[in-house]
């Protein structure tokens, strides 16, 4: 079985999370202690990932410290759907939006940690940085909507929406609104509103998915 | 000026596993800055006018910035053999900390904030409970609460009713009382300890005392992490950050007698750091 | 009086059973569209425990709290308490609606009693809601063609071509949102791309 070792806040270990329940694939979940504990800054981890970062997958002899590979990874041993479309436009599209999701982790993310979990730094400079960040999702978002689509590359919901979806749904956290991004807003309801989706805390449920209980 | 009744209570300004590892925290109480750090071997808060009154229980480290009133409240339970003591760690939240006591005292919004898990539809009745202000401490007690759960606890298989006590021991802190479903003839405990670092912000330090030996400490963490984030995203949200203790602000139900109580409780003590007593 | 009217978003981006934050000169507006495509504008604050409305969810004709499930219906009533199913709760417990229309692709919100239509534009296609960090004066700067205060309206150049465009313009509380339109039939991409560049020169006008 497929280990993550995983931390229930973590943004970068939501989308793995995420990517693994949209495509139905079981994975045995370590917890790591890296709130209060810094478990993932232990020497014992080191030795997993001497990057001391969150997620870490292991597969057999495979073990991936990126999450990003992580997405590609479990796409690929599930019938490739989620790979985005295979012409060259559409594939460099996909890698676009994978490193994209390394911008919203070191601006959102960042800023999300600092009003949350107390990290230090460059408050104004993360959000400054997250907002540049969205805009260019927006416009991005919103010249796919004038040509009648909905996900970031191609027709159908892909690796590139599951990596940058978990830090702009949770950018609210640290105190970064989506009020001005419209465009965004829509799209992070339609991953929401995906068969199968898992929320984490920060994300609400969308409850109009199901109908009102009868009142007796 | 704050008043001197809300100077001399005492507050939760460190993890004391934290201090003890030669950390220094770097904060503030009421606005003022602070430090928490180890001096000759204790462990000292220090203000811009000298040191405050430190004390140190369940496993934080508590301070009282003016004449403390009374010694700390106790929590029996914590000293019981056979507990597990878990301390959660700090999350900061842009919120009143009176708001965020009485969001940890209220069960109708399970359903809905943790859908699955601490409720779910159609199971959103809030049956009749008892709330007291107990005269002998002086703390706000709520009991006989009952509530469907989907997984009341890490430990927990399948949905359960479970049983609650509330307890308010301090303006800035609450304790819970639940079923326990590794042990059923016992209550776990869990706590939250509010700092206040200004009127709209806080420091929240979850911290539980469980019968539960099976489940990693890491899980048990990760569990009470999930169950407050959840709760984040409403404090951040609540409209105005104060906490109104004008009756003619928001609306309360049958279903908030607890926090009724909380409120009358903080008026009646003066306990106003963090409330709004006039409508805006 | 229709400078009562402020334009707080545009149709295409609140479609049916959802709902959003909007604004009136600094009021906090929970705008929601009902299953079956009503409009409203509410206070932004739920009279139980002030949660924002605007997380709220949308079904069928009602809009639910997020925090207790609170359920509102079309006249700002609470229906449902779901704290206590079998109570009809009181008329008493009602949010503030404000007026909201729905014209040439834009949502107008105004203060309840406001009578009269918001200004029409005709000839003209929605286009992109964008915030941006200087005020007014910038992008007029910016973009000479434009002239008027809180409807900038211009003939421009989009992609070699001569353009109608109309910004309606909210003020918030960290700088400016405009809610854009161009003329019916004008390339949209074309239009978005020359609107992220008047954003960039305005804001560095701004700066100066
Ligand atoms: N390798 C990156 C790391 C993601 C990341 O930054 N993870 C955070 C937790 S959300 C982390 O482990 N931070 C600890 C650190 O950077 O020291 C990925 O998988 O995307
Ligand atoms: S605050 Fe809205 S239902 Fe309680
Ligand atoms: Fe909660």
């Not at chain 2, 539809?121 to 007690?141: A, F, G, K, L």
Request: glycine share 8%; proline share 6%; aromatic share 8%.
């Amino acid at each position: 079985m497929i280990r993550l070792y995983d931390y229930v806040l973590s943004a970068s270990c939501y989308k793995i999370r995420l990517m693994a329940a949209l495509l139905c694939v079981k994975l045995e979940h370590e917890a790591v202690d890296f709130h209060p504990g810094r478990a993932h800054k232990s020497a014992a981890f080191a030795q997993l990932n001497p990057a001391g970062t969150l997620p870490v997958l292991v597969d057999g002899d495979l073990i991936l410290t990126e999450s990003t590979a992580m997405l590609v990874y479990l796409a690929q041993l599930s019938g490739r759907d989620w790979l985005g479309p295979c012409d060259p436009k559409s594939a460099a599209q996909v890698q676009h939006w994978l490193a994209f999701s390394g911008r919203l982790a070191a601006s959102l993310g960042m800023a999300r940690l600092h009003d949350m979990l107390l990290y230090e730094g460059d408050i104004d400079a993360w959000r400054a940085q997250g907002h540049a960040a969205l805009r260019e999702l927006e416009a991005a978002l919103s010249e796919r909507r004038f040509a009648g689509g909905v996900w970031l590359v191609g027709d159908a919901p892909s690796i590139a929406d599951i990596a940058c979806f978990p830090n702009v749904a949770l950018s609210q956290d640290g105190g970064v609104s989506l009020d001005a991004y419209p465009s965004v807003r829509l799209w992070t309801r339609a991953i929401r509103a995906l068969d199968r989706f898992v929320e984490m805390p920060g994300i609400h449920r969308l409850h109009e998915l199901r109908p009102a209980p009868e009142v007796a | 000026m704050i008043a001197p009744e809300v100077m001399n209570e005492w507050y939760p300004v460190a993890m004391a596993a934290q201090i003890c590892a030669g950390q220094r925290r770097v904060t503030q109480l009421l606005g003022q800055p602070i430090t928490v750090h180890v001096q000759d071997g204790v462990i000292v808060v220090t203000g811009q006018a000298g040191p405050l009154h430190v004390t140190e229980a369940f496993g934080h480290v508590w301070a009282c910035p003016g004449t403390p009133a009374h010694p700390l409240f106790p929590i029996p339970e914590a000293l019981e053999t056979g507990r597990r003591l878990v301390d959660v760690g700090v999350v900061r939240v842009k919120c009143s900390p009176l708001r965020a006591v009485e969001n940890f005292l209220d069960i109708a919004h399970f359903p809905f904030v943790h859908t699955d898990v601490l409720g779910a539809e159609p199971h959103t009745e809030v049956n009749r409970y008892e709330v007291q202000i107990r005269e002998d401490s002086d703390e706000v007690w709520a009991t006989k609460v009952t509530f469907y759960q989907p997984q009341a606890a890490k430990s927990a298989e399948g949905g359960i009713v479970t049983q609650y006590m509330y307890r308010v021991p301090a303006p800035t802190a609450a304790v819970l009382y639940k079923t326990c479903p590794a042990r059923p003839d016992a209550w776990d405990v869990i706590g939250i300890f509010v700092q206040p670092l200004s009127e709209e912000l806080c420091d929240v330090w979850p911290w539980m005392a469980l019968y539960d030996d099976a489940t990693p400490q890491a899980e048990l963490i990760a569990f009470q992490q999930m169950i407050f984030l959840q709760d984040r995203s409403i404090l951040e949200n609540q409209i105005p950050r104060l906490l109104p203790l004008d009756p003619g602000m928001e609306i309360p139900t049958q279903a908030d007698l607890t926090s009724i109580a909380y409120r009358r409780w903080l008026k009646k003590r003066g306990l106003t750091y963090g409330a709004q007593m006039v409508a805006a | 009086m229709t400078q009562r009217w402020t334009a707080t978003g545009l149709s295409q981006d609140l479609p049916k059973a959802v709902a959003m934050a909007g604004h009136w000169q600094g009021h906090d507006l929970a705008v929601w569209r009902s299953a079956s495509g009503r409009l409203q504008a509410w206070n932004d604050r739920c009279p139980h425990r002030g949660m924002r409305l605007s997380h709220g969810f949308v079904r069928g004709e009602t809009l639910a709290c997020i925090y207790h499930g609170w359920v509102y219906g079309a006249d700002g009533g609470c229906k449902h308490i779901p704290a206590h199913p079998a109570l009809t709760p009181p008329a008493t417990i009602r949010v503030a609606a404000f007026a909201c229309v729905e014209q040439d692709g834009v949502i107008w919100v105004a203060p309840a009693e406001t009578v009269g239509a918001p200004v029409a534009l005709r000839g003209l296609q929605p286009l992109r809601s964008i915030s941006l960090t200087c005020d007014v004066v910038a992008v007029r700067l910016a973009e000479p063609a434009l002239s008027g205060d809180d409807v900038l309206r211009g003939l421009v150049q989009i992609g070699g071509q001569a353009c109608e465009v109309c910004l309606l313009v909210q003020h918030g509380a960290s700088g400016l949102t405009l809610h854009a339109l161009c003329a019916v039939g004008a390339d949209r991409i074309a239009a978005s791309r020359w609107l992220e560049d008047l954003r960039r020169r305005a804001e560095r006008k701004g700066a100066a």
